[in-house]
């Protein structure tokens, strides 16, 4: 009733060059969490712009540290300020990014990176207020 398979599976073919590059699970997480931290940094950039403070300027430093270390050494992009952003909005959603962040940390058992983005998930829930971040 039904023909016998004539070739191999490709899926059982062992001994082949693949044809693109695998990366390990730590691997994808390192690069998962260099992107929630550098986004998390663009937002605190702008954060900075429209209300400066010596919290933020640590935080980005340590923002920077981290996405660096992350991705060997290179460091990341730094966002420009836009004027019209408002305050609120850029705190929920740095808010947000942090806890994305925290998440990936939190399954690789980056114990640094997870501290820094739980502190600054504190940081922009205080400055948005709890109500704030509830209805979002």
């Known amino acids: 009733m039904y023909e016998p398979i ?6 059982t073919v062992t001994g082949t060059p693949s044809d ?26 702008e954060i900075r ?4 403070s010596g919290d933020l300027d640590t935080a980005a430093a340590r923002l920077t540290e ?7 050494g290179i460091s990341p992009v730094r966002a420009s300020t836009a004027p019209e952003s408002r305050a609120a909005a850029l705190h929920q959603r740095a808010h947000a990014l942090a806890g ?15 501290i820094l983005a739980a502190e600054r998930m504190d940081a922009h829930a205080l400055a948005t207020g709890p109500r704030a971040l509830a209805a979002h």
């Open 6 to 11: 004539r070739t191999q599976s490709v899926h």
């Open 20 to 45: 693109f590059p695998h990366r390990s699970r730590e691997e994808e997480l390192d690069i998962q969490l260099a992107g929630h931290l550098a986004a998390l940094l663009a937002v605190t950039d």
């Open 49 to 52: 712009a429209l209300a400066p």
């Open 66 to 72: 981290q996405v660096a270390r992350l991705r060997g």
């Open 100 to 114: 994305r962040a925290l998440v990936v940390a939190a399954s690789r058992a980056d114990t640094a990176a997870a």
